[in-house]
């Protein structure tokens, strides 16, 4: 089993809607929760992240946190076509090393 | 800041051919990662160094596959020989310890095409 599951998609929605990525993750020991946004043929840049269970509200992105389920979201509000990415989740003990989710490609039509 | 820099942007060789990737990370920073990234199996970590010195390098995929980091300023790739599998976007990324929950930054990576 890997260490963080993630739907690669593609997904693709309207301009608009909200937008929800998930990931699971199997080591109890993460407790900081990255999630990371490249665009197309560009490196992965650090998007927003989350510290043990809850949520975190930045503009249009909330990111979630259940440490019981072992399961991280990223929902989008009013997504614009210039959300249209790779969102990379990325679940961490807090040292250097990151282990990233496969990705979900995601493109919002206008 | 130029952020992190890679060169070759773009490599085209043939099966056998021995391929260096280079990497300039953001000047201050002292870890440096070599990631992997195919549609297949994603983002790999192959390894990352900590002031110059290899830390964990349990992603190599092979010997044929070895990274060294002479100074603080300057990190390579190097496959010798290349197999047409190792057709992937490669990227190296920097961060320092004390920024945004180590955060790391990503170059723009180099695409590799082994024929």
């Known amino acids: 089993q890997k260490e963080v599951e993630q739907d690669p998609g593609p997904l693709s929605v309207p301009e608009g809607a909200i937008v929800s990525l998930n990931c699971t993750y199997s080591?109890?020991?993460?407790?900081?929760f990255m999630w990371y946004r490249q665009y197309s043929r560009k490196g992965p840049e650090l998007l927003m992240y989350?510290?043990?269970?809850g949520n975190k509200e930045d503009g249009r992105f909330t990111a979630q946190v259940d440490k019981s389920s072992k399961y991280i979201s990223l929902f989008i509000r009013d997504s614009q076509p210039s959300d249209s990415a790779t969102y990379l989740c990325a679940p961490t003990r807090g040292a250097q090393k990151l282990v990233f989710g496969q990705g979900t490609r995601l493109t919002i039509n206008p | 800041d130029a952020g992190v820099i890679q060169s070759p942007r773009h490599e085209v060789t043939e099966m056998g051919q021995e391929v260096t990737l280079r990497c300039k990370p953001i000047?201050?920073?002292?870890?440096l990662f070599w990631y992997r990234q195919t549609m297949m199996r994603g983002l790999e970590l192959l390894i990352y160094f900590n002031n110059n010195v290899p830390i964990d390098d349990s992603g190599m995929p092979e010997d044929r596959f070895s990274a060294k980091m002479p100074n603080a300023s300057f990190s390579t790739l190097k496959i010798q020989p290349s197999e047409p599998r190792d057709s992937a976007v490669y990227f190296c990324?920097?961060?320092?310890?004390?920024?945004?929950?180590?955060?790391?930054?990503f170059g723009p990576g180099t695409r590799l095409t082994v024929l």
């Open positions: 080591n109890s020991a993460f407790q900081y």
């Open positions: 000047s201050g920073h002292d870890y």
């Open positions: 990324a920097s961060s320092f310890p004390g920024g945004a929950l180590n955060e790391q930054f």
């Open positions: 989350t510290y043990s269970s």
